[in-house]
């Protein structure tokens, strides 16, 4: 057992350190004014509400993919809603919008989601190499997704949109230079997750960022809560595995399936560890599964419970119901798209 617990935690803890970092980096980009201004651009664009809503979703898959998923709902679900709130636009597509596409690009980088360096720890390949296999499959789930919801809510964009504000002015400083930093080292590095835990520790030291920023986003009892969880779980994937071998005689379709199900019942972080102990037989079948699973519902990621929190913080009424119901459209095309992409 003492060797399952040492397996699972050197495949857990590059993962949650890289996404600390990232989170780190995040924090500093958000002070400096980044994410205000992008959605401030976005809303002075003489776009009409569903180019809008195309455009504002484009910036949420770019900051999911250089960023992390978590970082992408806590920062721009606000800004996002304050966009469609300024521009007279019906607020509900922009806030779905953002943990749907959070989820839906988290296939492009290692770091766009912690299931991505979980389920393929075993390769050990750079960024760019992830993103070269990955793409195919991460374009078209975020081309469905962006398609589905604009079909959804069709009627609800037809409203001419106002016009928008001035937009908010960036420092183009620290926050920036640890964005691009940390980008260069996902893309470059096979083992980038120390590096940009440095990254993200010093660019939070040189901002001066106070304690109560830094734990609104980067809680370390959260963190190492999952870290824990994580570990436990990869321990008993180790000791009991039926559940991988289940899974294992599945093909890719059914891997899939079981990893979005798997998901929904046990959230994607412990599923994640817990079917891919060894090297699964369809990895990258599983990792969509448990990226664009959690979009049936609420309980499947992490991003969703800060997206829920958030949300309510700003005066936003989000639907667990409403969130299943549009889930249940677009898990089942999007997953289809993702394999079949992925197969070409």
Not at 227 to 237: C, F, T, W
Not at 272 to 286: D, F, G, I, Q, V
């Amino acid at each position: 057992m003492p060797t399952a617990v040492s397996a699972a935690a050197s495949q857990a803890w590059p993962a949650f350190a890289l996404v600390t970092g990232l989170l780190l980096v995040g924090v500093v980009a958000e002070r400096d004014g980044l994410f205000a201004a992008a959605g401030g651009r976005l809303s002075r664009l003489p776009l009409g509400s569903r180019a809008l809503l195309v455009a504002s979703l484009g910036l949420v898959a770019v900051v999911t993919a250089v960023l992390n998923l978590d970082t992408s709902v806590f920062f721009l679900t606000p800004v996002l809603l304050h966009l469609a709130r300024h521009r007279g636009i019906d607020e509900a597509p922009f806030l779905y919008g953002t943990v749907f596409m959070s989820n839906a690009a988290s296939l492009f980088l290692p770091g766009s989601n912690l299931t991505n360096l979980i389920v393929l720890h075993q390769e050990h390949v750079a960024g760019a190499t992830f993103l070269a296999r990955m793409w195919p499959a991460a374009v078209a789930s975020v081309v469905t997704t962006t398609l589905i919801l604009i079909v959804v809510f069709w009627r609800t964009l037809g409203v001419p949109a106002a016009q928008g504000r001035e937009p908010a002015r960036a420092r183009f400083g620290l926050g920036a230079a640890a964005v691009a930093v940390s980008t260069v080292l996902v893309l470059v590095l096979a083992a980038p997750a120390l590096p940009v835990l440095i990254v993200g520790a010093l660019a939070v030291v040189l901002a001066r960022t106070t304690r109560a920023r830094l734990f609104a986003t980067v809680d370390p009892r959260v963190l190492g809560g999952l870290l824990v969880l994580a570990v436990a779980v990869g321990s008993l994937g180790r000791w009991w595995h039926g559940p991988e071998h289940f899974v294992n005689s599945f093909d890719r379709w059914q891997t899939a399936a079981a990893g979005a199900l798997a998901a929904v019942g046990l959230n994607n972080l412990p599923a994640s560890m817990l079917l891919s102990a060894n090297t699964p037989a369809h990895a990258r079948a599983l990792l969509i599964g448990l990226n664009l699973g959690p979009n049936l519902a609420v309980t499947g990621s992490l991003s969703a419970v800060l997206w829920l929190r958030v949300a309510r913080s700003h005066g936003a009424r989000p639907s667990a119901r409403t969130y299943t119901l549009l889930g249940l459209v677009l898990v089942p095309v999007s997953i289809a798209a993702s394999l079949a992409a992925l197969a070409l």
